[in-house]
């Protein structure tokens, strides 16, 4: 059976710049096509008219963070099971083992290398794929 | 390179100029918000904004190819985190942390190389 190709990413960080950044990195270097969402609320009003494949989802956020965004992604039949990736800078082994506890299906460390992150998405999506 | 690698870097170069002159104002909001904290009643709302405030610079700079940046920013929000942790009442260490820390946040905007 074919692999499913990762085209749809939903980016939910409450930073513009860290948007614009990763949007430039996965849209122009990896060619997904990305919505962002600068916050919980946001998030779960675009999942379902975008439907995202993968979701991109900060840690630390006013408001609603992103570890109990990530719960009532889980309650959303839309996006029960679709795979998420926290960005954040705190990545001691027992932050990305309580990370992963939650459901993400891993961690990426901010801070970003916009030209590299498309690879590492892509190994992460083949990776959830395999 | 590839030519969408290419148009990509450019824009990358663009977004980290535009970041390079809005450092500055962020740092002085930093400052002010700080001033403002000592001056009047602090809060831990006023705390929390204020560790937003670093926590926003922390974790972008080194995104956009300043990481001693990034680094200070670090070190004030986690100084404003303990002073939180702590019941947020502000002690004369806590201030004198806090202002040595805002002015390494500060030489080092005066100081931002691109890597």
Redo the contacts between chains.
């Keep these: 059976m074919a692999k499913m190709q990762l085209t749809k990413i939903l980016l939910i960080d409450d ?1 513009p ?2 948007q ?2 990763v949007r ?2 996965l849209e ?2 990896g ?1 997904y096509t990305v919505e962002t969402a600068g916050s919980g609320d946001e998030a779960l009003k675009k999942v379902s008219g975008f439907a995202p494949q993968l979701i991109l989802l900060d840690v ?1 956020m ?1 408001g609603t963070d992103g570890p109990t965004l990530l719960l009532e992604l889980r309650k959303n039949p839309q996006t029960k099971d679709t795979p998420v990736v926290f960005m954040t ?1 705190k990545v001691q082994p027992h932050e990305v083992a309580r990370y992963k506890e939650l459901g993400a299906v891993d961690v990426v460390a ?3 290398d ?2 590299t992150l498309s690879h590492t998405i892509n190994t992460l999506w083949s990776r959830c794929h395999d | 390179m590839t030519e ?2 290419t ?3 450019e ?2 170069r663009l ?1 980290r100029s535009r ?1 390079m002159e809005q450092v500055p104002q962020k740092v002085a909001q930093i400052e002010e918000a700080w001033k403002n904290i000592q001056g009047s009643s602090m809060t831990r709302e006023s705390l929390v904004s204020l560790s ?1 405030m670093a ?2 610079i ?7 190819g300043f ?1 001693l940046l ?1 680094e200070k920013a ?1 070190r004030l929000e986690l100084c404003i985190d303990e002073i939180i942790e702590e019941g947020a009442v502000l002690s004369d260490d806590h201030k004198a942390r806090m202002n040595m820390l805002l002015d390494d946040l500060k030489n080092v905007r005066a100081d931002a190389v691109p890597l």
């Design positions: 930073e710049d860290i614009e950044v430039i990195a122009a270097v060619g630390m006013p800078a901010k801070p970003l916009p030209m | 969408m690698s148009r990509a870097s824009r990358l977004l970041y937003r926590h926003s922390a974790g972008s700079g080194a995104t956009f990481p990034s670090r």
